[in-house]
T-cell receptor, first 111, second 112 residues
Framework: DAGITQSPRHKVTETGTPVTLRCHQT?????MYWYRQDPGHGLRLIHY???????DKGEVSDGYSVSRSKTEDFLLTLESATSSQTSVYFC??????????FGPGTRLTVL | EDQVTQSPEALRLQEGESSSLNCSYT??????LFWYRQDPGKGPEFLFT???AGEEKEKERLKATLTKKESFLHITAPKPEDSATYLC?????????????FGTGTRLQVTL
């Protein structure tokens, strides 16, 4: 398995509360990505990072922010969680325009 | 806008019954087409990257092929442990990051 961990693995929270998900890699890959996976939609890119402090938006970035202060860590923050953000969140890493390797996922439920 | 369509949505095979999964795509310049396997409750596991039409890759009972409009994942003599959801994704030939567009997957069940 690629050296990718995600924390927490499961979280239940209430509408309006802030939530931060963490992705940690030990592979020293330059690129890191956050996706969400929902039935009928497949995996959709939220944000990605191409280096420390360098991030950009993906397809479904509204309501999410990210930060990358170290090569190994990529944080996804929901400033004020909504029920529509209930999903499974996956982090991925890559060396560049190549295949991505995924973490185990975080299941988030917003009540 | 890049698009990926996978068919069928679900497929049930008996052990040893070969078949193919389809991935049709439209992309503004293909950098690569990627196949993944996903087991329930886990993250996608990388299988293959295909870069140009005519390319083929093999791994055990799986073979992936690529044309200019679609890719096939051929499963030869499947076993129950091949049961999983198979995802296809395309990466555009722009920028350096791999901003993939995924299909919704084919759910494969292989029975004894």
């Amino acid at each position: 398995d690629a050296g990718i961990t995600q924390s927490p693995r499961h979280k239940v929270t209430e509408t309006g509360t802030p939530v931060t998900l963490r992705c940690h890699q030990t592979e020293n890959h330059r690129y890191m990505y956050w996706y969400r996976q929902d039935p009928g939609h497949g995996l959709r890119l939220i944000h990605y990072s191409y280096g420390v402090k360098d991030t950009d938006k993906g397809e479904v970035s509204d309501g999410y922010s990210v930060s990358r202060s170290k090569t190994e860590d990529f944080l996804l923050t929901l400033e004020s969680a909504t029920s529509s953000q209930t999903s499974v969140y996956f982090c991925a890493i890559s060396l560049g325009g190549s295949e991505q390797f995924f973490g185990p996922g975080t299941r988030l439920t917003v009540l | 806008e890049d698009q990926v369509t996978q068919s069928p949505e679900a497929l049930r095979l008996q052990e040893g019954e070969s078949s193919s999964l389809n991935c049709s795509y439209t992309v503004s310049g293909l950098r690569g087409l990627f196949w993944y396997r996903q087991d329930p409750g886990k993250g996608p596991e990388f299988l293959f990257t295909l870069y140009s039409a005519g390319e083929e890759k093999e791994k055990e009972r799986l073979k992936a092929t690529l044309t200019k409009k679609e890719s096939f994942l051929h499963i030869t003599a499947p076993k129950p442990e091949d049961s999983a959801t198979y995802l296809c994704a395309v990466g555009p030939n722009t920028g350096t990051a791999s901003k993939l567009t995924f299909g919704t997957g084919t759910r494969l069940q292989v029975t004894l």
